[in-house]
């Protein structure tokens, strides 16, 4: 074929791709796990465990399927975790939801995400998204058919303890078109932890313009520094606006098994269902049954796993400033954002990749958290959910860095 004759095939095939899906890239974050795996390299890019989950949970897992529980599960989640979920956000949040009726077990949060806006959104909708931001919220907005509008967090000044946003840009950021906010708190990728008073804001924003609040809890046991978890749920008008998302990844180390949840109301709940029914049918079965006792460890299990990623975080701020990184503390998640300006490299795209192939320690670039990369160009985001060997190889490999200064 001659390259005319190409050129007019590949213009034709444009013109039947979907829109949509011309308006993100794929995942920056998954594609640097796979530059790690290319070069050999220390992968601190993407958020996954690297040391083993919970025996018991795994047993459970075994066990499940050994009993042969290996077909479908009802399509909205087995009711032994569906009832799990609700003991544990009763315990939890002091707030009674029906499992019956309020709780869609997806596969892993991120389908909960977006099945969730799939149920509430509708054409011309706009939906609210702190920057930065976890990667995939934009183009969920985007595929449920909403425009997405971005409102940023500013990192802590002299001062502060954490990222801050501007109550009036919040504010300007709502119309009559807005249908959702969303909100990851702890945050991804800036480890922020929203305080009652921020979600009272945010409450009286939703309240005002008949939004709803679609809140990604899944760092909830991953706090420091005094820090301190509120369930939007519980604030006065929001029982029946929240849409609350969790999975089993990120507390139990299980980022590979794939089982999440949506809490809503009964009427929002049936809507996700719907949704949910027809993108993926439902979840692992066994793996369910191994989240409903995850899900009933002890308190002591919660505790431990605090103190453990406190450790762990702490390590890793240490390593980054010996390299000479400008790092913002993190009050919650698992996630180091850093301030790359002073290594003289012209964005975070070409620092991180010659990190990884020169120096052998990936990371995230930080633009890849920005509606404008710009924004986010002297940022690069590190992962500290690692054993300590990992840390050491890591500190090994950036001494390199230290000495090109």
Known sequence: MNPAAAGQVSASAETRLSHKA??????????????????????????????????EIKAAAREAITRDINQYAITWGAKSLRNAIA??????????????????????????????????????DEVVVFEPFYENYGPDAILSGASPKFVRLHPPR????????????LSCAFSDKTKAIILNTPNNPTGKVFERRELEIIRDLCLRHGAFLITDEIY???????????????LDGMRERTIVINALSKTYSVTGWRVGWAIAPPEVTSAIRKVHDFL????????QE????????????YSQLASDYLR?????????????????????????????????????????RYLVTEIGVAAVPGSSFYNNPADGAQQLRFTFCKKESTFAEAEKRLAKLRSRG
Request: charged letters at 20%; one cysteine or more; a negative charge.
């Open 22 to 55: 011309a308006q993100f890239t794929e995942s920056v974050i998954r594609e640097m796990t796979r530059l790690a795996l290319a070069h050999n390299a220390v992968n601190l890019s993407q958020g996954f465990p690297d040391f083993a989950a919970p025996e």
């Open 312 to 352: 762990r975080r702490n390590r890793l701020l240490g390593i980054l400033a010996g390299a000479g990184f400008k790092c913002f503390k993190p009050r919650g998640a698992y996630y180091i954002m850093t301030d790359i300006s002073n290594f003289g490299f012209a964005n975070d795209v070409e620092f991180a």
């Open 290 to 301: 191994a989240g409903a006792l995850a899900l009933r460890m002890p308190d002591s299990y």
């Open 87 to 124: 003991e544990k956000f009763a315990r939890q949040n002091k707030i009674q939801i029906d499992p019956e009726r309020e709780i869609t077990v997806c596969c892993g949060s991120t389908e909960a995400m977006m099945s969730s806006m799939m149920a509430i959104i509708n054409p011309g």
């Open 158 to 169: 002299a001062g502060d303890s954490d990222w801050t946003f501007d109550a009036d840009e």
């Open 280 to 287: 993926t049918v439902g979840a692992a079965a066994p793996l």
């Open 220 to 234: 909830e046991h991953m706090l420091y520094d005094g820090a301190r978890q509120v369930c939007a749920v519980s």
